[in-house]
């Protein structure tokens, strides 16, 4: 049985100079692997696989020194987000 979870209308990732390079849709699991429905390039919609050792090699790459400063920077990033709209 397979779960999934919808994000509606997607999640963009952005290249430096601000063009959209993929776009992700929902996120689903079959047995050990994960499936990606998403869009890269915005032309090529396509279900990206995922299996058990891909998904552990993700871990090393999101528990990093950048990912976990940048959860704990969260509350600072929104406040002043906050303060620069009421100027």
């Known amino acids: 049985m397979a779960t999934a979870f919808k994000m509606e209308p997607g999640v963009k990732a952005y290249s ?3 063009n959209v390079v993929a776009e992700f849709y929902s ?3 079959e ?3 994960l499936i990606i429905d998403s869009k890269a390039l915005g032309v090529m919609r396509m279900d990206m696989v ?4 891909e998904v552990l090699r993700c871990f090393k790459v999101l528990v990093g ?4 400063t940048y959860i704990l920077l969260i509350p600072y990033f929104l406040i002043r987000k906050l303060f620069r709209r009421q100027k």
């Open 16 to 18: 430096e100079d601000g």
């Open 27 to 29: 996120v689903k699991r």
């Open 31 to 33: 047995g050990d692997k």
């Open 50 to 53: 995922l299996p058990l050792t």
């Open 65 to 68: 020194w950048a990912t976990i």
